[in-house]
DNA sequence: GAGTGGTCTAGACCACTCC
DNA sequence: GAGTGGTCTAGACCACTCC
């Protein structure tokens, strides 16, 4: 039920309902949840309030409107940027596998404006006792925002993981410029293939919320990654 | 003005006009836009019909709006994805160039669910008498939403122009697989490059506001292209 | 304290889908 | 005709920014 003295609105409280609902399979995918009328008298809130939490949830890709017949459960496929960890961790447990990261290199490098961690590691999926590697990431984390950030065991944990719980900063968006590249002695390597085959590049920078660069990265994606996008015209 | 009589929704009139305003440079980048309450005077609406337009407009990327102070003209870059024809008018025109496009072939084809029209362009920029070729499209556009599509010339209108003016429907978003590719005899003679270099390459499908499907669509980009994504984490 | 956007109420009429 | 979501009105109170 919602909370009206919360200060977490009620849009959000409803919101996080509905999306719960869906996610434990309450409303399965196809099936058109209760209407807005409906709600209205189930959560004692006006139309407004129900509809704010619909349009989020249509947002974000869980829920498709449909004029004069309701709201249906449309679980799409999301902006999949596998490039970054949350998107590694759906993309794993939709397979049914596990995440791994293998740190291949971890040094504290100095740039023109500061000291950086250096960080290079293989990432991909294991499913029982095979491991499928898809991207190579080199990140540089400036130590100014994070000092001591080169003591962390990044085999373990991911490194937003890291921002976030012992530093309370937020990657929220990233900018990437994106090019194709012919793969090297190393990705040949790394992700075990032969010959010349074109590979993924992407690169650029993650921002927290408040706009500040918190990572430079560059990820290559190995011949089994999938790299999709979803776009407004 | 808005006009209450007219079809089009008052938010949608209202978001023209304020685009119109952004693009056309009354509102300057960095500027903020007169206030909620002002636009109830000025355009005789309530709130809730104010707020839904700048909500788009902010979708849409054209504006931030910034809790107690106001509502600021914010051109980021955007999900730029010059794929598109109205991303390549925007790249072509903060570049202060004039977008082409060469129709190389169009004919009718048939696939298993039904006739299509084939669109093969070539796309790029002019500057004075200088052309560069950033992407080659390939689309296919079905004939029983799209009937006597292929009498256009699309050398001088773009695809989703066509749509919106003759067929009033309205790409809204794309679902775009990214795939490294090596370049072949076809797109050196066409980008003129020589060498074997690897391309990127977009395929997937344009939907409609419905989600119907208005276009199956592969884009090679040229070496010139540039490719860049905004996305959230 | 004045002005801004954020949330919410309580209605109204409409276009669309389904029968 | 009954039910759905789409648009819009006319308010209210709030948190936030700036002075």
Redesign the interface.
């Given at each position: 039920m919602l909370n009206k003295h919360e200060s977490v609105p009620l849009y959000v409280q409803l919101q996080n309902i509905i999306r719960d609902d869906i996610i434990c399979g309450k409303y399965k995918e196809g099936e058109i949840i209760p209407s807005e009328t409906e709600m209205m008298k189930t959560y004692d809130v006006t139309r407004t309030t129900i509809r704010k939490a619909i349009a989020n949830l249509v947002d974000e890709a869980l829920l498709?409107k449909l004029h004069g017949k309701g709201t249906m459960v449309c679980l799409r496929?999301m902006?999949q940027?596998i490039w970054?960890f949350?998107g590694f961790t759906d993309y794993a447990r939709k397979k049914n596998e596990i995440p791994v990261s293998q740190v291949l290199n971890k040094e504290i490098i100095s740039l023109n404006n500061g000291q950086f961690m250096k960080l290079i590691r293989l990432r991909g999926t294991r499913r029982e006792t095979h491991t499928k590697w898809l991207t190579l990431d080199t990140s540089y984390v400036p130590l100014a925002l994070f000092p001591g950030i080169d003591q962390y065991d990044f085999s373990e944990q991911s490194l937003?993981n890291i921002m976030n719980q012992n530093y309370n900063i937020y990657?929220?968006?990233?900018?990437?410029?994106?090019?194709?590249?012919?793969g090297d002695k190393r990705t040949k390597q790394l992700f075990g293939y032969e010959g010349?085959?074109?590979?993924?590049m992407?690169e650029g920078s993650?921002h927290g919320e408040d706009g500040t660069e918190v990572e430079k990265v560059e990820v290559i994606?190995g011949p089994n990654a999938?790299?999709?996008?979803?776009?407004?015209?």
């Open positions: 498709i496929e902006k940027n970054n949350s937003y990657p929220q968006h990233a900018t990437l410029g994106i090019h194709p590249i012919l010349d085959i074109p590979l993924i992407a993650v994606y999938e790299f999709k996008v979803v776009t407004h015209i």
